[in-house]
Nanobody
C-alpha cells in the first residue's frame, strides 16, 4: 500500500523559511507528477507547486520567487522550500503524487497534511 508522509511543518516568524518533505513508500513502480497544495481556514484548497518526473516545475504566482519545489527520484521524495514566509502563507500544506503501484495501478495519493503557522 502506498503512503505519503510529510514532515517539516511548524511555526515560523514572518520572513523565515521552512522546508517541507513528502516521502512516498510502498510497492511503487513509477511516480509521475508530485505536487503541493494548501488550504487555509475558510478558503478553498489551492495548488502551490507541482513537479513532473523530468523535473519541470510549476509554481503559483503568489509564491514564485519565494517557494521552490524539487524532488529526489531515488528517494521518492518531493520538497517544498519556502522562503520569506508571510502570515498569509499559513495553512495546512499537503502533498499529492500520481503513482503507479501494485496492485492499485495508477492513482493519486495524498499525504496527511502539515500545519504551517507564520507568526511573530
Amino acid at each position: 500500500q502506498v503512503q505519503l508522509v510529510e514532515s517539516g511543518g511548524g511555526l515560523v516568524q514572518p520572513g523565515g523559511s521552512l522546508r517541507l518533505s513528502c516521502a512516498a513508500s510502498g510497492s511503487i513502480f513509477t511516480i509521475y507528477a508530485m505536487a503541493w497544495y494548501r488550504q487555509a481556514p475558510g478558503k478553498q484548497r489551492e495548488l502551490v507547486a507541482a513537479i513532473i518526473s523530468g523535473g519541470r516545475t510549476n509554481h503559483a504566482d503568489s509564491v514564485k520567487g519565494r517557494f521552490t519545489t524539487s524532488r529526489d527520484n531515488a528517494k521518492n521524495t518531493v520538497y517544498l522550500q519556502m522562503n520569506s514566509l508571510k502570515p498569509g502563507n499559513a495553512a495546512i500544506y499537503c502533498c499529492s503524487a500520481d503513482i503507479s503501484s501494485f496492485p492499485a495501478g495508477k492513482y493519486t495519493y495524498w499525504g496527511q497534511g502539515t500545519q504551517i503557522t507564520v507568526s511573530s
